[in-house]
């Protein structure tokens, strides 16, 4: 029963946690009703990003600062969208529980999704799933993602902090990141720090540093060997430091206005698009006015505007958008989950 999921949940039950985001992550079509449900617990944890290059010592380095978050904070949760990170053994973890507990210490809540996005960084529920554990209490919460080749932007969008890790000696690599890494990177990590070139590659990054505007947050650039748990304490107090920016100045209420604000747009866009595919697919008039697009009858931007003044027309009375209206009154999602809701 959905319910009794939920309040499960806001008991503080992992298994309950690990089920609901199974569903939001499988694409369920509860999910907008548990996403909608949970939303008044969210807002609280403290939400990081990591991200750089493959194999750049990500989530030995998301290992090592778990351990200092500990330190301070009751809760830490690890969002992993990487299946081949050593949380999860190096095994693709299929089952429907992938939540998992680092070993004796079942504050600390892992979660590995499992479909990284296609180019690489994060997956497409990331950010609901980096939601539902901060409902879930999670203090603090660090998200792990892969920018493959290009650093991935989008983790700006749901992280206070990010940090970028790179190694030494990547060349052409940097080159490339560098652009990227600069936009988006509150921590600079230059890892590996045991190879040769990292000072160098610290310099690097810092004579770009200089280019950018005085106004911009001035990101650290650290060196550390996570393996052996060299300069992970800096890095730690860096993010401190860079919170305790976000904070003075007033910058973490923008950004999290911010994100609020694209999140809806993100909602509607989603429910529009579902909605308008469906529509076209299924109503005969709306089918036709796509065909004579693509037959070159009528030219695009007259069948768009053409088929969204019908679709517009009717919203209102019959076609109510589903699944948003459903769930606000309260009416299952689809039949088929009439079985669900009563147990
Ligand atoms: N020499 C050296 N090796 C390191 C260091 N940090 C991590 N490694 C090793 O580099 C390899 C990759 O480390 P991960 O932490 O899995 O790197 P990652 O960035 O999470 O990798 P992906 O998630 O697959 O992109 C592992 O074999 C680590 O043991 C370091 O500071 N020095
Ligand atoms: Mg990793």
Not at 73 to 95: I, Q, R, W, Y
């Amino acid at each position: 029963m959905l319910q009794g999921l939920l309040e499960n949940f806001i008991n503080g039950d992992m298994r309950a946690a690990g089920r609901l985001i199974s569903l939001v992550e499988n694409g369920d079509p509860r999910a907008w009703h548990i996403m909608q449900f949970i939303s008044q617990y969210t807002g609280n944890a403290y939400i990081m990003g990591i991200t750089g290059p493959p194999g750049a010592g990500k989530s030995t380095t998301v290992d090592k600062l778990i351990s200092i978050f500990r330190k301070h904070h009751n809760t830490v949760g690890v969002v992993c969208v990487d299946p081949t990170s050593p949380f999860t053994g190096g095994a693709f973890l299929g089952d429907r529980i992938r939540m998992q507990r680092v070993t004796g210490d079942e504050n600390v809540f892992i979660r590995s999704l499992a479909n990284r996005g296609a180019l690489g960084g994060l997956a497409p529920k990331a950010k609901e799933v980096v939601q539902i554990l901060d409902a879930f209490g999670m203090e603090v919460i660090i998200v792990e993602t892969v920018g493959a080749g290009q650093v991935e932007a989008d983790i700006i969008n749901l992280s206070d902090t990010t940090i970028v890790v790179t190694v030494p000696g990547l060349g052409d690599q940097i080159q490339a990141l560098k652009a990227g890494i600069l936009e988006i990177a509150d921590l600079l990590v230059v890892n590996k720090a045991d190879r040769e070139g990292a000072s160098d590659t610290v310099r690097d990054l810092n004579t770009m540093l200089d280019w950018m505007p005085p106004e911009k947050w001035r990101p650290k650039v650290l060196s550390t060997v996570a393996t052996r748990n060299q300069g992970i304490g800096k890095v730690y107090e860096a993010i401190q430091e860079h919170k305790n920016h976000l904070l003075q100045t007033g910058k973490w209420g923008v950004l999290r206005r911010k994100r609020i604000e694209s999140h809806c747009f993100t909602i509607m866009e989603n429910v529009l698009r579902e909605h308008v595919d469906k529509k076209v697919k299924e109503v005969a008039e709306l089918k036709e006015l796509l065909e004579q697009a693509r037959e070159g009858k009528l030219d695009p931007y007259s069948s768009a505007d053409n088929i969204l003044k019908i679709l517009f027309s009717q919203l209102e009375n019959k076609w109510a958008l589903s699944p948003v209206s459903r769930a606000m009154s309260g009416l299952p999602i689809s039949p088929a989950d009439n079985s669900f809701f009563r147990g």
